[in-house]
């Protein structure tokens, strides 16, 4: 395994995603915090061995589509084996997370959509540094400030519901889109 793959190097970003999942857990109560903390560290060894044979700092965008995390019909398998560990059934989970979500594990950046219309938004950001040197990592909130990674973002506001307010039309980072036509 490449140096730059070594499971430790995705926990910031598999921590920035787990924490946001589990705030919804919080938020819409029926779980308490133990469950909250057995969900965390289940799904965060879940994702860590489900990623560590496509984790690539080298290239982030390679493996994206297996990282992803989806729920829409369907309860994202991975989710759905945490939330058995605590108990919880998949229409639970339903009821507890929103019913349309994707959410982006890529090194150095996490990010999630909220709805099939929604704006994206960056949960998890950080530079790639040397091998051996820390690396510098942001969070941002959906309002758009930055913070150090032990602030993660902990708003209620959504960030469709920001655009809204502020009037914004575009998300804050330019992403390539790719149009398919029949």
């Given at each position: 395994m490449h140096t730059l793959c070594a499971?430790?190097?995705?926990?910031?970003?598999?921590?920035?995603a787990v924490g946001f999942l589990s705030r919804f857990l919080r938020v819409k109560?029926?779980?308490n915090d133990r469950q909250v903390q057995t969900f965390n560290q289940s799904l965060q060894d879940?994702?860590?061995e489900q990623y560590k044979h496509h984790w690539f700092p080298d290239r982030p965008c390679k493996g994206s589509g297996y990282r992803?995390?989806?729920?829409?019909h369907k309860m994202d398998p991975l989710v759905g084996q945490a939330g058995?560990?605590?108990?919880?059934?998949?229409?639970?989970?339903?009821?507890?997370?929103?019913s349309e979500?994707?959410?982006?594990v890529d090194p150095f950046e996490v990010s999630y959509r909220i709805g099939e219309d929604g704006s994206i938004c960056?949960?998890?950001?950080?530079?790639?540094?040397?091998i051996g040197m820390p690396v510098t990592a942001t969070t941002s909130s959906p309002s758009g400030n930055s913070g150090s990674m032990?602030?993660?973002?902990?708003?209620?506001?959504?960030?469709?519901?920001?655009?809204?307010?502020?009037?914004?039309?575009?998300?804050?980072?330019?992403y390539n889109m790719m149009t398919v036509s029949s």
């Open positions: 499971r430790g190097t995705m926990k910031p970003e598999i921590n920035a109560g029926h779980v879940i994702l860590a992803c995390i989806r729920i829409n058995q560990r605590i108990g919880l059934t998949i229409q639970q989970l339903y009821m507890l997370l929103p979500l994707t959410l982006w960056v949960l998890y950001e950080s530079q790639p540094g040397p032990s602030t993660m973002v902990d708003s209620h506001i959504s960030c469709k519901e920001e655009l809204m307010v502020l009037g914004r039309t575009s998300p804050s980072k330019a």
